[in-house]
């Protein structure tokens, strides 16, 4: 079965620099939520989005911005870089159900070093 | 504020020993507990959602049961290559769509 797709899988940055991180989600899945996990840590929510618009936002630091686009792909915009956002990047789609939770596929993950 | 917390933070099983991992939440409303396995540097793979109290899943060796205040995954004559992270997480009710994970319990199975 087709997964979420992510790209790059690593990606090395100096301080200050700019980073893009493109999710391509599920086929059919039109939800697309991004986190942050920091080593030895659980997975951060930043944000979501849903047909286009942001559904929801979470812990996104102010440098950071995303869109989904009309192919339902995504992009995290990672500007001014510092060297605590080396992480690894996931993001997860789902598809609406009916009167419950929508479960969250997680991709696998883009790993950011900041130099 | 939701959280998730989980115990033990790691455990050591021989093969065959079977146990049980714990997830306690606090959430204002629950719309779904979601059980995650995740291998060192890769994503969270989905295992299993749960709704509502009383309900349970099973998956092959891996059952997950859920309460108003607590769910747990229990693993049967486990095998080493169940060995990995176990991500308990919560999604809260009212539109909210992040996860709120647990920091996770590190399972070791040893042959």
């Known amino acids: 079965a087709a997964g979420v797709i992510q790209s790059p899988r690593h990606l090395i940055k100096e301080k200050r620099e700019t980073a893009t991180l493109k999710c391509y989600p599920i086929?059919?899945?039109?939800?697309v939520y991004w986190y942050q996990q920091g080593p030895g840590q659980d997975p951060q929510f930043l944000i979501s989005?849903?047909?286009?618009?942001?559904?929801d936002k979470g812990s996104i630091p102010d440098r950071f911005s995303a869109q989904q686009f009309s192919d339902y792909h995504s992009e995290l915009n990672m500007s001014s870089l510092e060297l605590g956002d080396s992480a690894l990047y996931f993001c997860?789609?789902?598809?609406?159900?009916?009167?419950?939770?929508?479960?969250?596929?997680f991709g696998p993950g883009t790993r950011l070093t900041v130099l | 504020e939701d959280q998730v917390t989980q115990s033990p933070e790691a455990l050591r099983l021989q093969e065959g020993e079977s146990s049980s991992l714990n997830c306690s939440y606090t959430v204002s409303g629950l719309r779904g507990l979601f059980w995650y396995r995740q291998d060192p540097g890769k994503g969270p793979e989905f295992l299993f959602t749960?709704?509502?109290a009383g309900e349970e899943k099973e998956k092959e060796r891996l059952k997950a049961t859920l309460t108003k205040k607590e769910s747990f995954l229990h693993i049967t004559a486990p095998k080493p290559e169940d060995s990995a992270t176990y991500l308990c997480a919560v999604q809260a009710s009212g539109g909210a769509d992040g996860l709120t994970f647990g920091k996770g319990t590190h399972l070791i199975i040893q042959p």
């Open positions: 086929p059919r899945h039109d939800t």
């Open positions: 989005f849903y047909e286009k618009m942001q559904s």
């Open positions: 997860a789609s789902s598809h609406p159900l009916a009167g419950g939770a929508d479960t969250q596929y």
């Open positions: 749960l709704y509502s």
